[in-house]
């Protein structure tokens, strides 16, 4: 898609059409940076963003059990010190 810089104030920018910003998911924040030819335009994604449905999911799904009930591993009982 094709768009024009146009002034915005004492700054420039570019507008971008509703539909693309939806498909690409970005609303509020977004995070710029430069690359070579271009500027990219990026979601200001939170450390953790998602990590709540990706455990519920993980719930649903019965995969949630802690990994303390597997078999012991060679490092196990090779080469851990057990106190």
């Not at 507008?15 to 690359?35: S, T």
């Not at 990219?40 to 009930?69: F, Q, T, Y």
Request: charged residues 35%; glycine residues 8%; hydrophobic residues 40%.
């Amino acid at each position: 898609m094709k768009t024009k810089i146009v002034r915005i104030g004492n700054s420039q920018g570019v507008r971008i059409p509703k539909p693309l910003l939806h498909e690409a998911g970005l609303e509020g924040d977004v995070n710029l940076r430069v690359v070579e030819g271009g500027i990219v335009i990026e979601a200001d994604r939170k450390p953790r963003d998602g990590w709540e449905e990706a455990a519920e999911a993980a719930a649903d799904n019965r995969e949630d059990s802690l990994l303390d009930d597997m078999p012991p591993t060679a490092f196990d009982d090779e080469e851990w010190t057990w106190a």
